[in-house]
């Protein structure tokens, strides 16, 4: 074996882990988050939490960053501690499927179908195939697929550049010599735990230890301990990403070092202790590249089937390794590591824009109720909600923008745009809410109050309020086109009202039946419902337009406002009917 034997390992090692990222990062945005959000929904079942852990697995190809994915969606409080075990379990035999691919190294035969199962035939085909799509595709989503097979080439090519570099060393003695090492059971594991911790990818390490059997001088005495070591190194990775989270996120990387541990220990015991006592021929037989990948699946499989019944046990394991303390953790909106997963981190952020239009909705129809009849609690309320609004702005405002760089699927990308149009919407129908706390807290200082005309036409127009900002809001959260049309039309009914409104109060100032205090306040009143209406316009017309793949709001409204839609002139005509003044004075 001369340098450039060498040369070619490295780059074949090289090529196959940026093969497995690009092939990684493909999968995740053809994904786009719907595995991951489904996953939150089966955690209340343990079969469901094992089989979509292993799904989301084989699809992301890495088991250590389904578990940072745990450890960001726990610390951001999204997930609880417990929910997590079985995911983890799921995602230790998910991870095997790298291995049963890159075992297609190893099929021999003559036959036409089984020389294009062999990767240096199918996966210059794969390449043609993805370059193609990459070069004449529109569609994001045919991109994203190939980007998928001609990661999958890579890889494929990495993994026989490596194995041809690698067959010289099965005629040099000192490299054998080096191989009975691993004899050891205790120095395996470490050099596996080892070698994976530095790397971080126990797929990758594997996938090595699959191109050294090809040369034949691998035997099952040294490839199992090596194995049992790849496991527990590959918790390395989310040991490492727990750093500076709340307890229980750290708790989720106890959990699966914890599980890998005692499953290694038992297997060790168990393997170890039969082959004193029956002493297993094989042990001294090389292993092919496809039963590196059986050792590789029956290990976690036996690991899974005996921590299923402890899964209590492990989360209790992590909370006397990470104790609780009378301090509190600080508290976290998004955790950055869901950004490594960007289609989960877009279905997240979309989450915490649902709650933020409630507390906007709720703040409203309460400052609107303080108008009715005031009562400090409920001031005090509206102030916390205006407050938290204003947090949700910042902080989901800042994490969407980082999240705008990661590589997004068209349909994430337009998602990321559509909350950081609303996110604002949504703060500022909060302010608006504040401005109607405080009016209605200077009509109760002033001990102040509107005639009864003033009060049935403010009441009228809180009722189109409160409409149009369950239209709006309902619009954006089940992303319903069709109340989203109906909001338009209500607001220029509210347009309409509004300056009835005004010039009512003119009459009444007139003929001495209302005073210019009152005057100012209803005035500030009605330009902060008048502001909320545009708001909920903005809402709307962002749904519509980000469906259409467009947004140029001016276009769009003075396109149905100057226009021929039949439909908005129905729903103008139909709202204008039902919030009419109904009195001559």
Same mark, same amino acid.
């Given at each position: ?7 070619s390992?490295f +780059?074949?090692?090289?090529?196959f882990l940026?093969g ?7 999968l995740?945005?053809i994904?786009g988050g719907? =595995?991951?959000?489904?996953l ?6 343990t079969s ?6 292993t799904?989301i697995?084989?699809? %992301?190809q890495?088991?250590s960053?389904?578990?940072?994915m745990?450890?960001?969606?726990v ?5 609880e501690l417990?929910?997590?075990v079985s995911v983890?379990?799921?995602g230790?035999i ?6 049963w691919?890159l075992?297609?190294?190893g099929?021999?035969?003559?036959s036409i179908?089984i ?6 035939n199918f996966s210059?085909?794969m390449?043609?195939?993805g370059?193609m ?11 994203d697929?190939?980007?998928?097979? #001609?990661?999958?080439?890579?890889l494929m090519?990495?993994m026989?550049?490596?194995s041809?570099s ?5 005629e040099i003695?000192?490299f ?5 090492a691993f004899?050891?059971?205790?120095f ?7 070698f994976?911790g530095i790397?971080?990818?126990s797929s990758a ?10 040369t ?6 040294m490839a $199992?301990?090596?194995i049992? +070591? !790849?496991? !527990?190194g590959?918790?390395?990775? @989310?040991l ?9 996120a750290?708790?989720?990387? %106890? ?9 290694v #220990? ?9 082959? @004193? ?10 292993l092919s590249? +496809? ?20 899964r209590?046990t ?7 390794? $990470?104790k609780?303390?009378?301090?509190k953790?600080?508290e976290?909106f998004?955790?950055?590591?869901l950004l490594?997963?960007?289609g989960?981190?877009?279905?997240e952020s ?8 409630? %507390? ?6 309460? @400052?609107?109720g303080?108008m =009715?009849n005031?009562d400090n609690?409920?001031? @005090?309320?509206?102030?916390e909600q205006?407050?938290?609004l204003d947090k ?5 405002g ?5 999240l705008?760089t ?10 990321v ?8 919407d949504f703060e500022r129908i ?9 009016s ?5 200082d002033?001990?102040l109050?509107?005639s009864?005309?003033?009060s ?5 127009l ?6 149009i ?9 089940n992303?319903d086109?069709?109340k989203?049309?109906?909001v338009e039309?209500?607001?220029q009914?509210i347009?309409?009202?509004? +300056? ?5 109060h003119?009459?009444?100032l007139?003929?001495?039946?209302c005073? !210019?205090?009152?005057?100012?306040i209803l005035n ?6 008048e502001?909320?209406?545009d708001?909920?316009?903005? !809402? ?6 980000i469906?259409?793949?467009e947004?140029?709001t001016h ?12 439909r908005?002139?129905a729903?103008f005509?139909?709202?204008a009917?039902k919030?009419?003044?109904k009195?001559?004075?």
């Amino acid at each position: 074996m001369d340098v450039f034997s060498i040369i070619s390992l490295f +780059g074949g090692l090289a090529l196959f882990l940026y093969g497995m990222h690009a092939m990684s990062a493909g999968l995740e945005k053809i994904a786009g988050g719907k =595995l991951q959000s489904t996953l939150q929904k089966m955690t209340s079942h343990t079969s469901t939490s094992l089989i979509f852990g292993t799904l989301i697995t084989m699809a %992301i190809q890495s088991s250590s960053a389904l578990t940072v994915m745990l450890v960001g969606l726990v610390n951001s409080g999204i997930m609880e501690l417990g929910q997590t075990v079985s995911v983890i379990l799921g995602g230790n035999i998910g991870t095997t499927i790298t291995a049963w691919i890159l075992s297609l190294v190893g099929i021999q035969g003559d036959s036409i179908f089984i020389r294009l199962l062999k990767p240096e035939n199918f996966s210059h085909i794969m390449a043609l195939i993805g370059v193609m799509m990459l070069m004449a595709s529109k569609s994001a989503r045919r991109k994203d697929t190939g980007g998928v097979l #001609v990661g999958f080439a890579i890889l494929m090519y990495g993994m026989t550049l490596m194995s041809a570099s690698v067959a010289p060393l099965a005629e040099i003695s000192e490299f054998t010599g080096i191989l009975t090492a691993f004899n050891n059971p205790f120095f395996g594991v470490f050099v596996g735990l080892v070698f994976t911790g530095i790397i971080q990818s126990s797929s990758a390490s594997v996938g090595i230890l699959q191109a050294l059997s090809l040369t034949g001088c691998v035997t099952y005495g040294m490839a $199992i301990p090596l194995i049992l +070591g !790849i496991n !527990i190194g590959t918790c390395v990775t @989310a040991l490492l990403s727990s750093i500076g989270t709340t307890r229980n996120a750290k708790r989720v990387a %106890i959990v699966h070092l914890t599980g890998k541990v005692i499953g290694v #220990v038992f297997c060790m015991i168990v393997f170890y202790g039969l082959n @004193a006592i029956v002493g297993f021929s094989f042990m001294d037989n090389p292993l092919s590249v +496809g039963e590196v990948a059986i050792c590789h699946t029956v290990f976690n499989i036996i690991t899974t089937m005996l921590l299923l019944p402890m899964r209590k046990t492990l989360v209790n394991i992590s909370k006397l390794i $990470i104790k609780d303390r009378s301090s509190k953790d600080v508290e976290v909106f998004l955790d950055d590591r869901l950004l490594l997963s960007p289609g989960l981190a877009v279905h997240e952020s979309f989450n915490m824009a649902v709650k933020m239009s409630d %507390i906007a909705r709720r703040c409203v129809l309460s @400052a609107m109720g303080l108008m =009715l009849n005031y009562d400090n609690d409920v001031a @005090a309320k509206v102030k916390e909600q205006e407050t938290e609004l204003d947090k949700y702005e910042d902080k989901l405002g800042t994490f969407l923008v980082k999240l705008s760089t990661s590589a997004l699927s068209e349909s994430d990308s337009a998602n990321v745009s559509k909350l950081l149009h609303n996110i604002g919407d949504f703060e500022r129908i909060g302010d608006h809410a504040l401005n109607i706390r405080q009016s209605a807290k200077e009509m109760r200082d002033k001990g102040l109050s509107f005639s009864v005309h003033a009060s049935e036409e403010v009441s009228l127009l809180f009722d189109a309020l409160k409409e149009i900002l369950t239209l709006a809001m309902d619009s954006f959260v089940n992303d319903d086109l069709e109340k989203a049309a109906k909001v338009e039309p209500l607001e220029q009914v509210i347009d309409v009202l509004i +300056g009835q409104i005004k010039r009512k109060h003119i009459e009444r100032l007139q003929q001495g039946r209302c005073t !210019i205090e009152l005057g100012f306040i209803l005035n500030d009143l009605l330009n902060n419902c008048e502001r909320i209406s545009d708001h909920c316009s903005n !809402i709307a017309v962002c749904v519509t337009e980000i469906d259409r793949g467009e947004f140029d709001t001016h276009e769009y409204l003075n396109a149905i406002k100057t226009g021929n839609d039949e439909r908005f002139k129905a729903d103008f005509a139909m709202y204008a009917k039902k919030y009419e003044l109904k009195y001559s004075k």
